[in-house]
Every structure is written in C-alpha cells, then in structure tokens.
C-alpha cells in the first residue's frame, strides 16, 4: 500500500493476547479496518513520524473512540460541567436505563454479547453519555478477551453494584436477556421515581432561593437607603424602625464573618460525615424529621424491595438478594437496622417478620403473602410499587406544606419591612403637622 503512513498499535486478539506492532494505512480508519480483518481489537492507535518515532497526539481506543488524547480547556470544562449537569438533571440515571434496555432487546434477539454492548456506541456525547460509552466500551473489550460479561460489569464501579450478580446468576441459568430486562425496568423505574421526586421540589427549591435573594436586597439595599433619610431628620424612630435598621447594619457591617462563619460550619459538618458514626447520627437524626423523614425512609424502602424483587427473580439466593438490597440503601441508619434481618432469615424467620418493622403495612402483607404462595419475587415488586407510591403521597404532603410556608415567611418578611418604614415616614408627617 504505497504513499500510506505508518501507524504504530496495540491490540488483542479474541484469545485475550495482547499484540504489538507497526503497519501502513492511508488514514485511522483504513488502519482500523486492517487491524480488524486480522480479527484483531484495537487498545492504541498511534501515528509516526518520519524517523519512526510515535506521534505526540496519540489516538487511543480503550474507550471506545478514536480521537487525539489531549483536550482544550474549553472542551474539558463543557465536559465537566455536561457531566455535573447530567447527573443532576437524571439524564445520567435515563442513559444507562436506555442502555441497558437496548442490550435486553439486542439479546433477546439472539445478538451476540458483545455485539449487543456494541450499542452504546450509538448513543450522544454529553458528559453523561460519554461516561456510558466509556464504561461500555470497556466491558466490551474485556468480554471480547475472555472474561465473562458479570465479572467485566464488576470491574466498573460507577454501574449499580445489582447488574454484576444479576448477571452472574443470569449466565448460570441461561437466562441472559431475561436478566437485562429485569435491569432494564428497575433502572428505568428508579429513573422515574428520581424525576418526579426532582420534579416535586424544584419549585419549593426556586422560591427558597428567591426568597432568600429577596431579603438580601432588602436588608443590603432598600433599608439602608432609608435609614440614612431617616436618621438625617433627627427624629425619634419607632421600635420596629430602629430594630430593622439596626439588623441591617450589622448584616452590611459583618456580612464576612457571618459567610465565614457559614462556611466553617459547612466544613464541619463534611468532616463531621466523614466519618462513619458522623454519618450515621446524621441519617438517624434525618429519619426523625417530621414527614421528610417519612419519606427518605419510604423511598429508601422502595429501592431495597425493587432491588430484592430484581434479585430473586433473576435467580439470586434470598440471602444474597437481601445484601444487595441493603446495599441500595442511601439512608446509612436504615441500611444498619435492616442488617439483623439478614441473621434473622439466615436463621430460619420469615423475611416478611424479618424486615416487617421497617415496612408499610401493605407492603408487610405482600411480601408475607409471596412467601406463602411461592412468588415471592413478583409480590416484592409489587411492594416496592406500593412503597413508592405512598413515598410520594408523603412527598406530596411535604411540598404542600414547604410552600404556605416559604410564601408566608417571604411575606411576612416584605410586610414588616413595608410596616416599620411607613411607621417612620408616618411619625415625621406627623411631626411636621
């Protein structure tokens, strides 16, 4: 292949071997192709130069793309902050679901494993997105080297800790597809929840922030305009005059020490749940909340029987199952109290007694009654729907309750100001009839 350039790569082959080696392409593509036709996967693709020596501006396949290694700041910031915001907005969460529902769809079809984790190739380049095709790509290439699918999902930390042993239990029984659908609802189900939580509190969150950029410009701005008015006059104030007045320049006059102080008291408490028992007495405390605290445990709940249902039904020992659920709980004081169950079970109780403190009243009846009938995992999924919808209602009772609230303390705020400058203004007319 004459007038081509020389490319240096690595590669392995389908026996896991890795190879090293030089070849002539007129383009990456055209090597790729080559690399390819010898059954060879690509690891690294570099150009060289004319002596022979390996180009700085390396192309690298380990994840998936071909493309220089080296990013503009620019580039690397819109991926940063892509990524913050897929996290935060649950596109993240949505990918992955998609992902894994178009591996269930792909292996139901009889396409081959790695041609079905092949599909994540296709999806878009936001932070979150390229997260996914990163981590996919690299399962791909370890399942094209040997390894089973279970343990290359194992090796990715950023996947939720259920997909390896549903995989592991899926691969024992041949029931590879079946799995990935199961993953495929639970992921999507978890997704959804987490949005119409977000949903549900964006608006509390937007009038907090508002209201608390309102009293800011009032105390800062609008109260000592007037006070210096006032003041010039001579005149005595009335109480909730000076008592506004006097708010306003101690916020103007130590506002750094104030955010100072806020800040040390951020810094404390992350160092404070640092630690293992720091974290815990937190979370305890944070389940003693009124109906907030109902809530997290509510939602918490869901997620460990949603995990359990996916569990057991994929062929995962109940054991097994209820370790993985545990592990799905965020509240760390919960995830503490349902440990015992496990012993509990492990010693011969019931699950549905085991576990009966912490759950709704219906969901209790669910599960005692799949146990009796032999379905236990179908009727724990259809507990975890009905914790999740009475972990709605509370949210909803929440929301209902935050908003009169911040809407009053805001008015209530914007009427006394209002109040104590018109009582001002009011005495100096006064004084001057």
Known sequence: MSGGARWHYRAADTAGREHEGDLTATSADDALAQLRARTLWVIDLRPQTAGGAIAPGAVSMTDGSIGPRT??????LQH?????????????????????RGMATLLAAGVPVDKALAHADAIGDGGGDARWRGAFARIRNRVRGGEPLSAALAAEPDLPSIMAPTAAAAEATGSLASAFEGLAEYLERGAELRARVRGALTYPALLAASSIVATLVIVLVVVPRFASLLTDTGAELPASTRVLVAVSALVGRWWWLMLAAAVLAVVAMRQSLQSADGRRRWHAWRLTVPVAGEAERQLDIARYLRTLALALGSGVSLLRAMALARATVQNVAL??????????????????????????PLSRQLLETGEAAGALA????????????????????????????????????????ALALLQAIYGLNSGVL
């Open 80 to 100: 940063t902050l892509s990524a913050w915001w897929s996290r935060v907005s649950g596109r993240d969460a949505e990918v992955l679901a998609t992902l894994v």
């Open 378 to 417: 179908p009727l724990a999924a259809r507990a975890a729907t009905a914790s999740e919808q009475e972990a709605q209602r509370t949210i909803g009772r929440v929301v209902s309750l935050l908003e009169p609230l911040l809407i009053l303390g805001l008015g209530g705020l914007v009427g006394f100001v």
């Open 335 to 360: 995830a503490d109290a349902l440990e015992p169950a496990e012993r509990d079970v492990r010693d011969g109780q019931p699950l549905a007694r085991a576990v009966g403190v912490h759950l709704p």
């Open 71 to 76: 990013m503009t700041g620019e580039r690397s």
